[in-house]
């Protein structure tokens, strides 16, 4: 559907706006006025107020307040998951709350100065729906609390058939390694299509290895990234041609100053089609001489992959380090 919206976009001239996606794996670009109309023309006057004119029902009396069932509760206008019952807890206030969203990219946040206070609104990241407020008074960990209008939710309970508005996107999964996972998990991030790219170890004899136990060189693992992506935007040839351009293939258990089997290249794939695909790739730089020596970059099946530690995830973005992976985008 994605794959098809977006080429009809380009037929008509219009430039289309990138899909982005949650951590979760859903789908949040935000809707666009003239795709809004025809879901809050469904909406009763109640929830019109409260969701479009920031509303707030009375305390004590939203449907969902007492509500102790297992599930979640989505966006009543684009039906985005906000909340999970396993955040919600019983503040007193009246109204449905939680220590913390379904998932932080979910929820947009702005100032509200009306009715003579300062508070933070709540809203939908997809539709712009208000939802609430939260406030700095909630339980740990967190220490917030997300105050709900019930009108502003609508509940799915664990077992309920799921709008596809509601499901995340089916994605598929691929493994690279192509030195240190730092700057490769960096690059990958940024790519129209890729979902979430995550820093680990696969390829080795050990169970569970930490970060020692694969630079020793014992283990046997190589440091890998796992990039979960949508096919419907981005296609496993892109992601191989984003991964040669990143790293230098030519280079045995290593890349640049960093030596070790651990920083071998390698492709490790989840599929027969990404098999093919990916020899196939290899097969073609090579008959083109792409690069001067000759790649050394493994492909075998993925073994069991083992996330790093949280000090290795999303390592450039937090710490501001350089690194000398290049950019495939924008080369």
């Not at 109309?37 to 449907?63: H, M, N, V, W, Y």
């Not at 807890?89 to 109204?95: E, I, L, P, Q, R």
């Not at 997300?146 to 058939?161: R, V």
Request: net charge negative; charged share 25%.
């Amino acid at each position: 559907m994605i794959a098809f919206i977006l080429t009809i976009l380009t037929f008509l001239g219009s430039e289309p706006e990138m899909p982005t996606y949650s951590r979760s794996g859903h789908l949040i670009t935000p809707l666009s006025d003239e795709e809004k109309k025809p879901l809050i023309a469904k909406l009763d006057a109640e929830t019109k107020r409260i969701t479009q004119r920031s509303g707030t029902e009375r305390p004590f009396c939203g449907t969902l307040l007492d509500n102790k069932k297992d599930g979640f509760y989505a966006c009543v206008v684009c039906g985005l998951p906000l909340f999970s019952s396993e955040h919600k807890f019983n503040s007193g206030t009246g109204w449905p709350s939680f220590f913390s969203p379904y998932d932080p990219l979910h929820v947009n946040t702005e100032s509200d100065e009306s009715h003579g206070m300062v508070r933070t609104e709540l809203l939908c990241a997809r539709c712009d729906a208000h939802l609430g407020h939260v406030f700095e008074d909630g339980p740990k960990p967190t220490g917030k609390r997300f105050c709900l209008n019930s009108a502003s939710l609508h509940f799915y309970e664990d077992g309920d058939e799921l709008p596809e508005v509601s499901k995340p996107v089916t994605l598929e999964t691929a493994y690279f390694a192509g030195g240190c996972f730092w700057g490769i998990e960096h690059y990958f991030q940024k790519g129209h299509g890729v979902v979430n790219a995550e820093s680990g170890y696969m390829q080795g004899k050990t169970e569970d290895p930490t970060y020692k136990d694969v630079c020793s060189g014992d283990s046997g693992h190589a440091e890998v990234v796992k990039v979960q992506f949508d096919p419907n935007v981005i296609s496993y040839d892109k992601l191989l041609e984003a991964f040669f351009k990143m790293h230098d293939p030519t280079q045995l258990n290593r890349q640049g100053p960093d030596i070790g089997t651990q920083y071998r290249s390698g492709i490790y794939t989840t599929s027969e089609s990404q098999m093919k695909l990916a020899k196939a790739y290899v097969e073609k730089l090579t008959s083109e001489q792409a690069f001067k020596n000759p790649i050394v970059t493994e492909i075998e099946s993925a073994e069991t992959y083992f996330p790093a530690e949280d000090g290795h995830q999303d390592y450039i973005e937090r710490t501001g380090r350089a690194c000398h992976v290049t950019n495939p985008w924008t080369d």
